[in-house]
């Protein structure tokens, strides 16, 4: 799918003939994911014992089919907090960057959706919940719950393994007054760690093209999404209501939504109609009315902490 010129919705001239000849007859014709690209084989008629009359919705990828899944809409956010955090964002007008990935809509096919990793999550998380909170996370909860939003001005980075976004490792604290510092008491760090994994994921979400709208609502999956305390400084850095989804494998579930989206009509049914009668995501925490005024002020200070730290350990080459 990186042949597809994603604006036009066509394969690029450029990219097929860097890759083969005669590859466009051999690919097809792109479709919306919800289009029936025709009849099931007779193979598998016979083979598996598929009924006749089964009919193929076109394929999609894997990160595209869980957006469907967790039934994300205009303006909303995934964020999977495991191992790696991933985040998912629906977006109207992409700006693709060197970091990310954009992809078609899978199941609005005017729009678009973004992909962000971040390589440092749970174990991170873990690992300043052991050094910081006595390896409790009821420890870890009072610590959020004891400071402040904004954290005094208090800011961190951590980085146990190299990251992927942005490229960076190591651990580096700065105090209100914007000077490095070698520590944090270990309240302040833990809420320094969530506030700034939290932060950078909004920031370079924007940097693709999101933003927030007054109907935005995130949906948290994964690990730490079971922890109240780290989703309220989720839905205040964001300012937007956290839900929590039970769906698990929600590529899978996402496939088969798609699949009956494309049965009941295509793109001439939207899909929320499609799959309104699906459980409804429970709300997690909401924004506290003070967090905009705090992050706002906040973000961009960040943002300008962590392009100084990457000019100082980038070489003259980078």
Known sequence: MNLLQIQEKVWSQACLGACAPHLEEKLGPPVPSCSVVGAISS?????????????????????????????????????????????FLWLQEPMPALEGHIFCNPVEPQ???????FKNGSLMREKIRDESASRSWNEFSKALQSTEMGNSGNLGFYFDIMEITP???????????NHEVPAFPGDVEIRALIEGQFMAKRIHAEGLGYRVMPKTKILATGGASCNRDILQVLADVFGAPVYVIDTANSACVGSAYRAFH??????????????????????????????????EALLPRYANLEQKILSQTRGPLE
Do not use: W
């Open 167 to 177: 490229e960076m490792i190591g651990y580096h604290r700065f105090n209100a007054e």
């Open 111 to 117: 729009q678009y959706m973004a992909l962000l990793c």
């Open 262 to 295: 494309g049965l009941a009509g295509g793109t001439d049914v939207a899909f929320s109609e499609v799959v309104k009668s699906a459980p409804n995501p429970r709300l997690a925490a909401r924004s506290t009315p003070e967090a905009s005024q705090v992050y």
């Open 43 to 87: 193979y598998y008629i016979q083979r598996y014992g598929f009924a006749p009359g089964c009919r193929v919705v076109a394929f999609t990828g894997d990160n595209p089919a869980s957006l469907a899944g967790m039934r994300l809409e205009e303006g909303d956010i995934a964020v999977s907090l495991g191992t790696s955090d991933t985040l």
